[in-house]
Every structure is written in C-alpha cells, then in structure tokens.
C-alpha cells in the first residue's frame, strides 16, 4: 500500500459524514507505519473501543471505512475465533464481528449494514505476512500455499466486504 497522508484518510470514507470523518482518531505516527507490508490500514479508536476504520485502495479508488464492533454474549465471548480477512485463529476477544453502515444507505432500508470478522486491532497483513503473532492460544493454520497467494487471498476476501460496503 502506498503512504496515506491525513487528508488523503479522512476524505476516503464513504460510510460516514464529513464532519465525523473530520474527528475521527487517526493512527499515530502514520509515516513509521510499514506501508509496503500493509494491504490496508486499519485500527480501533483508543477513546471508543467499539469503533475501527479501515482504509484500503479498491476499485482504483481509496475507500475509507467506519466500523462498528458487535456485542458478543454467552459462551460466544470466551471461545476463540478464525479473522474472515486472514484467517488467523485468535483466543477470546482476538476477532471482532466488526460492522460498517452500507455506503450511501438510509437507517431504515433493510441490511443497512455489513458485517464481517476481523482481526480484533485490524493488524491482518501483519498476521499473513508472518510479522505479528495471534494472542496466546492463537495461530496462523498451517497451509501449502504461498505468502503471495495468502496475501492475494488476504485482499481478495477484504475487496469482498468492502463490495458489499458500497453496494450495487
């Protein structure tokens, strides 16, 4: 992923206004970020844990993406998960069902959102490129494919949810 600059972040979001994409908290240090291992940028808000943006080039454009994390409850909260986006296995609260208001849809329409499970800090090109570790009791399957393919598929699965994000 090519270096992203703040206003370049904040005017990527389609799935908010732009006064709250003027808010949001944005990653510290954005230029020590490891760019060229990052297939999109992701993180979680330090001041609101339910929230994470994630910001990644699709369809020859940036789209930049505001989530919203599910509650879990019952046996669901303790038990571990696969990330959809990566599939690296964490224990307890590694995955997030991560949500995000469909792009230019109105609050009543039915599925108004879309939802997907991700790696609970967004980390996923690090974990399927080898440079971050799952949480204790979490791994990364053994598989026959190659980094490259795990990567494409790694983008392949985000291009996924962000269609579903912007819609017909």
Known sequence: MK???EPAIRASFVNCTKGEAGRLALPRRLS???????????WRDPGAPDRG???AEHGGRLVGVALRRAQRAGAGARQGAMCSICLTVHAASGVAL???RKAGRGSGEEYASAGEYFCGDL?????????????????????????AEKVART?????????RVLGP
């Not at 020590?32 to 992701?42: A, N, Q, S, T, V």
């Not at 090109?125 to 971050?132: A, P």
Request: proline content about 2%; hydrophobic content about 45%; charged content about 25%.
């Open 123 to 147: 980390a996923c090109s690090l974990y399927v490129r080898g440079r971050k570790r799952a949480s204790t009791g979490g791994a990364r399957m053994r598989e026959s494919l190659s980094a």
């Open 53 to 55: 943006y994630l910001v």
């Open 98 to 100: 991560l949500t995000a």
């Open 3 to 5: 270096e992203l600059t």
């Open 155 to 163: 983008r392949a699965n985000l291009a996924a949810f962000l269609a």
């Open 32 to 42: 020590e970020l490891p760019w060229e291992e990052l297939d999109f940028l992701g």
